[in-house]
Structures are given as structure tokens and as C-alpha cells.
């Protein structure tokens, strides 16, 4: 996920002090710390204006205006052995990381998210300052489909071994987020959780939410997906399925609801 790639650069010297430019610099700084700030901090790399390095092909160094039907060839970089295209959150950014004159082109994040998908490349936020971020060509393609900030769905297609049991410590930030937004939502009933874990699947124990509601559970999953986010920063998997249709359900009926209406 995203966020196990957020931070603050390490350095060898000391680090540049780094001063936000803009409202999405602040994000930044902001998701660097805080999980729950990564999902407004991802809507709003799209919205903004970024910056990008490009052979103006013998065009004066500076700022690079494309005009109908010019082609633009986007410089990358090679950090740890990969190539990825450098991007910048403001033009300040770029004499941290240029060592000599350069021409520049200025996107929306939408367009420049949706030009690098198409490539096999991944990205890399503001080298050269304090605060940045790798994006890897997967990445990128979920932010151009917009698909990183939809549930993902997994129907089990054999009999698979399934452990659930209630979690060791009470995950309290996504349990009052979701009970918050439960309250302004009349169609959810009653909502439990606990610890699923599947060792065929590969992936570790995570907190699986059962709710009984009425009406498109899709719809109402899409809803939550936000909520998760910002609770936990994607740094945690979460499953949510509706209670009253699965072989899970003999087990939350002994358990005590979150959540009831």
C-alpha cells in the first residue's frame, strides 16, 4: 500500500529544513505522520499542478509551454538500480534536486498520473527534499483508475481453512470512525468485528467487519472504504462483509455488536 512508502528522507547530512509551498506540501508533511491524512493528501496530488523534468529539445532552459501536437520527453532518474520519473509538488522543489539547467513542464496531477501509467516506470515525489514519496508503476496505475480508492472485492473460489477470533488489542480509532459514520447511516443495523485469518492466502491476520444492513452492501462498502482510509492509512488490511450471508455469521452472533441502531 501507499503508505508504507510515505515519510520523511532519510540523509546522511542534515536534512534541508523544508517549508510547505503549497496546500498540498502540507499534506504531505502531514501524511508523513498521520495515516489518515494519505487518502486527502492522494485526491489532492491529482488536483494540483505538478512538475516535471523534459528534453525541450533544444528549447531555452526554464518553464516548458506545450503548444498542439509537440511531444514531450519525460527525464527519469535511476535510484537504487530502477528508473523512475522524478516529480515535484512545487517549483521550489526543483533546484533541490538539479545539479545544472534544466527545462521543466508543469501538468495537472490527473494528466501526469494518467501519462506515467501508460509507461512501465514508477515515480519518485520531490528527490532531493526532506519529505517525498516512491510510487511504484502498480501505484500509479490505481491512481489513474481511481481503483486505490475503491474496496476491493475477493470471492473464495474453493474451501479455504479460516481462523477468526477477536483481535489482542481493540483497533479504538476505526472502531469510533466507523460507529460515527454507522450513526448518520439509517440502513446499517448492527455492525461486529474480529481477527479472520486464512494461511492460504498469504497474507497475515487482519480485522474482518461484519454488518448487517439493508439496501446495495457494494454501495455501502464504497462508502466505508473512505472511512477505513482515513482511520487506518492503508496500512492495515480490512475485510467487510454482510452479515446474514455468510458462514461467519454463527460466530458474531455470540460476540457483542460495535454497532446497533
Wanted: charged share 25%; aromatic share 10%.
Amino acid at each position: 500500500m501507499f503508505s508504507k512508502l510515505f515519510g520523511k528522507k532519510p540523509a546522511k547530512t542534515e536534512p534541508k529544513k523544508f517549508y510547505p509551498e503549497n496546500r498540498l506540501e502540507a499534506l504531505l508533511m502531514q501524511a508523513a505522520n498521520d495515516p489518515a491524512a494519505r487518502l486527502e493528501f492522494l485526491k489532492t496530488l491529482l488536483e494540483f499542478d505538478l512538475f516535471i523534468l523534459i528534453d525541450s529539445s533544444g528549447a531555452s532552459y526554464g518553464s516548458f509551454v506545450a503548444k498542439e501536437g509537440d511531444t514531450m520527453r519525460i527525464k527519469g532518474v535511476t535510484i537504487d538500480g530502477q528508473n523512475r520519473i522524478p516529480i515535484f509538488t512545487s517549483e521550489r522543489r526543483l533546484p533541490e534536486f538539479i545539479q545544472s539547467q534544466e527545462s521543466f513542464a508543469r501538468l495537472t496531477g490527473q494528466d501526469l498520473v494518467a501519462m506515467l501509467a501508460a509507461q512501465e516506470r514508477g515515480a519518485i515525489l520531490n528527490p532531493g527534499a526532506s519529505y517525498g514519496k516512491f510510487f511504484t508503476h502498480e501505484e500509479l496505475i490505481s491512481l489513474a483508475d481511481g481503483t486505490c480508492f475503491q474496496p476491493k472485492q475477493q470471492v473464495l473460489q474453493k474451501e479455504t481453512q479460516v481462523l477468526i477470533g477477536m483481535p489482542k488489542e481493540i483497533p479504538t480509532r476505526l472502531i469510533d470512525g466507523l460507529r460515527n459514520h454507522f450513526r448518520t447511516d439509517p440502513r446499517v443495523k448492527k455492525a461486529y468485528f474480529a481477527q479472520i485469518h486464512m494461511p492460504e492466502s498469504g497474507e497475515p491476520p487482519h480485522l474482518i467487519i461484519s454488518i448487517q444492513a439493508d439496501g446495495d452492501f457494494d454501495q455501502l462498502a464504497t462508502n466505508l472504504h473512505q472511512v477505513v482510509l482515513s482511520a487506518t492509512g492503508g496500512e492495515q488490511i480490512i475485510d467487510l462483509v454482510q452479515f446474514g450471508v455468510g458462514t461467519l455469521d454463527d460466530f458474531f452472533l455470540q460476540q457483542e455488536p460495535f454497532y446497533k441502531a
